[in-house]
């Protein structure tokens, strides 16, 4: 049941876009994103819900497609301080169980 | 306002050997859930705890066990230490009562190492 991502890794200069991909092969409720630097705790980034709703950081964007159970996230004008690893999270019902996807290493260059 | 505490940092034990990670929530959340996180891997969803008891439990042995206190505080206990146990305990707080989101706030994990 964990979600496969896509890239495993990316690598980008500062300025570039990315997007990272979420794939789950079971009918989902939401989808979360998370970043994670080396040695740290997961950062959250951006929630989707079925039906639409979304709530996350101004700067972060996704699009969830509930009949593909997919979910991309974009992330436009990269940072140095963007680098890390990328996860989704997700649930088939609410406040039901949580899996982490297989993870995307972003790395921003200057 | 206070995030998610766990403690210790980092924890060395030996094979067989028992050990106990403790977790306060962030204010506000009534909900514990406890991850394991090898190197180089995603988080391991190993159980949920609400209202004192143990809600959900992922794919993990009878040798982890858990508590959750009336303070919504908890605990993650991992019996007959395995070499394969060593990693990154992570834990998660949340609230059920805004389950729309179940917005999930990690804190900074326990490193267990077992040698």
């Known amino acids: 049941q964990q979600p496969v991502q896509s890239p495993q890794a990316v690598i980008l200069r500062e300025g570039e876009d990315a997007v990272i991909n979420c794939s789950s092969s079971k009918a989902l409720y939401s989808v979360h994103w998370y970043r994670q630097k080396h040695g740290e705790a997961p950062i959250f980034l951006m929630i989707?819900?079925?039906?639409?709703e979304q709530k996350g950081h101004d700067k972060i964007s996704a699009s969830f497609n509930e009949k593909k159970q997919q979910s991309s996230l974009y992330l436009t004008a990269s940072q140095l301080s963007y680098s890390g690893t990328y996860f989704c999270?997700?649930?088939?019902?609410?406040?039901?169980?949580?899996?982490f996807g297989t993870g995307t290493s972003l790395t921003v260059i200057p | 306002d206070a995030g998610v505490t766990q403690s210790p940092t980092h924890l060395i034990k030996t094979r067989g050997q028992q050990v106990t990670l403790r977790c306060s929530p962030k204010?506000?959340?009534?909900?514990v859930s406890w991850y394991q996180q090898a190197l180089g891997q995603g988080p391991q969803f190993i159980f949920q705890?609400?209202?004192?008891?143990?809600?959900q439990r992922g794919n993990f042995p009878d040798r982890f066990s858990g508590h959750q206190f009336p303070n919504y505080s908890s605990e993650l206990n991992v019996n007959a230490l395995l070499l394969g146990d060593s990693a990154l305990y992570l834990c998660?707080?949340?609230?059920?009562?805004?389950?729309?989101?179940?917005?999930?706030?990690f804190g900074p994990g326990t490193r267990l190492t077992v040698l």
């Open positions: 998660a707080s949340s609230s059920l009562a805004e389950p729309s989101y179940n917005e999930q706030f």
């Open positions: 705890y609400y209202e004192e008891e143990e809600r």
């Open positions: 989707l819900l079925k039906g639409g």
């Open positions: 204010s506000g959340h009534d909900t």
């Open positions: 999270g997700t649930e088939a019902n609410a406040g039901n169980q949580f899996y």
